[in-house]
């Protein structure tokens, strides 16, 4: 199978790079030449090619960059795809795209997904192999796709490794608010703090701990992929923000009266998403 892939950092890269394992013919597009390069160096792709060739021998094409990249890039490539080609967005929110598109006469042509799967790492050096191997992956709208795209999109999900649920994309995006691009942001703003605060380098270096790393380790994330998330879905991540400030305030309240049961309550409360996340890790054990 012809599989174009258009972006090759980190979540193009290594869909490219297991497809390819599979025996896939995958085709490379980046408006990046140092992008370009680096995935024919690390053997990504099988070939790279213009975005107007690519669109001629493709049976499926995947968009792996930016959001607005795709909502700008989305209209025009359903308009030049035959109806026998599968077009497939993996962005972290789906509502503005899904609209971009609603009214096309390709609709069924493009299935709108989410794999939930990425490292704070960027650029097709970030491309890792099994990235998606044991994880969810997400389609919205999928009664406005063609039976047979629904089916490509969702067998080449289950090629990676993936398994696919479906959602609504307003309810994709407000989810992903609180579990995806909060944290995102909390860890953004952590390393801001720091930085700004704690003005020796050397010294953050020497004290940070572990714990430290693990919290800010998103703060190396790339800004020209999150702030379009941001932006596409400013309404969810205010509300999102809103309420965690709220909690934020609450605890610094209860540290500045010396409150030790309000805090220890907070605490308790917050350590029962330890039970949760085991739970989700036990299942994909028991499915792989």
Do not use: W
């Given at each position: 199978m012809n599989v174009t892939i258009v972006g090759l950092g980190l979540i193009g890269g290594s869909i490219a790079l297991d497809l390819k394992a599979l025996g896939h013919n995958i085709i490379g597009v980046d408006n990046s030449k140092k992008h370009i390069e680096q995935a024919l160096d690390l053997e990504l792709v099988s070939e790279v090619s213009s975005l107007g060739d690519a669109l001629?021998?493709?049976?499926?094409?995947?968009?792996?960059?930016?959001?607005?990249?795709?909502?700008?890039?989305?209209?025009?490539?359903?308009?030049?795809?035959?109806?026998?080609?599968?077009?497939?967005?993996?962005?972290?929110?789906?509502?503005?795209?899904?609209?971009?598109?609603?009214?096309?006469?390709?609709?069924?042509?493009?299935?709108?997904?989410?794999?939930?799967?990425?490292?704070?790492?960027?650029?097709?050096?970030a491309a890792l192999k099994?990235?998606?191997?044991?994880?969810?992956?997400?389609?919205?709208?999928?009664?406005?796709?063609?039976?047979?795209?629904?089916?490509?999109?969702?067998?080449?999900?289950?090629?990676?490794?993936?398994?696919?649920?479906?959602?609504?994309?307003?309810?994709?995006?407000?989810?992903?608010?609180?579990?995806?691009?909060?944290?995102?942001?909390?860890?953004?703003?952590?390393?801001?703090t720091v930085l700004e605060i704690e003005k020796d380098e050397k010294q953050i270096f020497n004290l940070a701990s572990t714990g430290f790393e693990s919290t800010v380790r998103l703060a190396k994330s790339s800004a020209d992929t999150w702030v379009p998330i941001f932006e596409n879905n400013k309404e969810n991540i205010s509300d999102a923000l809103e309420q965690y400030i709220e909690y934020l305030n609450q605890f610094k309240k209860a540290i500045d009266r010396g409150d030790r049961e309000k805090m220890h309550e907070m605490i308790q409360n917050a350590n029962n998403i330890r039970r949760i996340l085991l739970g989700m890790k036990l299942n994909v054990m028991k499915l792989s």
């Open positions: 001629q021998m493709s049976d499926i094409i995947f968009l792996a960059i930016p959001i607005n990249g795709i909502k700008k890039a989305l209209p025009g490539i359903l308009d030049k795809i035959s109806y026998k080609t599968t077009v497939i967005d993996v962005g972290s929110t789906k509502s503005s795209i899904c609209k971009k598109v609603e009214k096309h006469e390709k609709r069924g042509s493009f299935v709108a997904a989410h794999p939930l799967a990425g490292t704070e790492y960027s650029g097709p050096k099994d990235l998606f191997k044991g994880k969810s992956n997400i389609i919205c709208e999928e009664h406005k796709c063609d039976e047979k795209s629904l089916e490509k999109a969702i067998e080449i999900f289950n090629q990676l490794g993936m398994t696919t649920m479906f959602m609504n994309p307003e309810d994709h995006d407000k989810h992903m608010a609180y579990v995806s691009h909060l944290s995102h942001i909390s860890s953004f703003m952590l390393g801001q």
